[in-house]
């Protein structure tokens, strides 16, 4: 009798190893990679594109200030959503086109909330006319696709959707521009303005921009 309850006793332990042992491998694997986050990250895409579209065709109105602002908080929760379906080994072995990925991110994000966030001092429409005019100026921050009427932020989008889409960052790059705009520098590109430099991660950064490059990183890989 004791040889048979000392039988299911251990029995019974083993299960609960077994099971704690499996739930633990269960956790760390989900902490590291989420499966089916591509389907996430195509449908934050998709609506992040939609919004910018109805950003570039309504900020020129001032009437229609609180639709803009409307869709920027919309591209900023795409952007965020993007973000947050990414665990540390989402694009693995290509941790740099991830890094990239985060990158572009940081920089969407912070454009969406100097917008979201921007005052004058004026009052009326003119309050909001020069709001849009300075949400312009953030949205269309690189000159060569500003004179195509084209803003940072649609390219910025196409480059994050080549990489997930496995092309290679320089690559990504060249493809995104290649119907928007003349053959750029891509070494030249943060310099140029295209990502900015306080969306690049600085030294005792947290949170979010300490997962991007930093300006000496960024300039390396785009060599």
Do not use: W
């Not at 229609?64 to 947050?84: F, S, T």
């Not at 196409?158 to 928007?180: H, P, T």
């Amino acid at each position: 009798m004791k040889c048979d309850a000392m039988d299911t006793f251990l029995n019974i332990l083993l299960g609960a190893i077994g099971s704690i042992v499996a739930t633990i491998i269960l956790y760390i694997c989900s902490a590291l990679y989420q499966i089916g986050y591509r389907d996430d990250v195509r449908f934050n895409i998709e609506a992040a594109r939609i919004a910018t579209y109805q950003i570039q065709n309504q900020h020129a109105y001032p009437e229609d200030y609180a639709l803009v602002i409307a869709q920027i908080d919309v591209l900023y929760q795409c952007a965020y959503n993007i973000y947050r379906s990414m665990r540390p080994l989402s694009m693995a072995p290509r941790f740099n086109a991830q890094k990239m990925v985060i990158t572009l991110l940081c920089d969407i994000i912070s454009v969406c909330e100097r917008s979201k966030y921007m005052t004058v001092g004026y009052s009326g429409l003119n309050e909001k006319a020069a709001r849009l005019q300075e949400i312009h100026k953030a949205f269309y921050k690189y000159a060569p696709l500003n004179e195509n009427n084209c803003s940072t932020v649609i390219v910025q989008l196409d480059i994050i959707e080549n990489l997930f889409n496995g092309k290679k960052i320089r690559d990504s790059i060249a493809k995104a521009f290649e119907n928007v705009a003349d053959a750029q520098p891509i070494e030249n590109l943060v310099s140029d303005g295209f990502i900015n430099i306080n969306s690049l991660k600085q030294a005792n950064d947290t949170g979010l921009r300490k997962k991007c490059f930093s300006r000496e990183e960024l300039e390396k890989v785009l060599r």
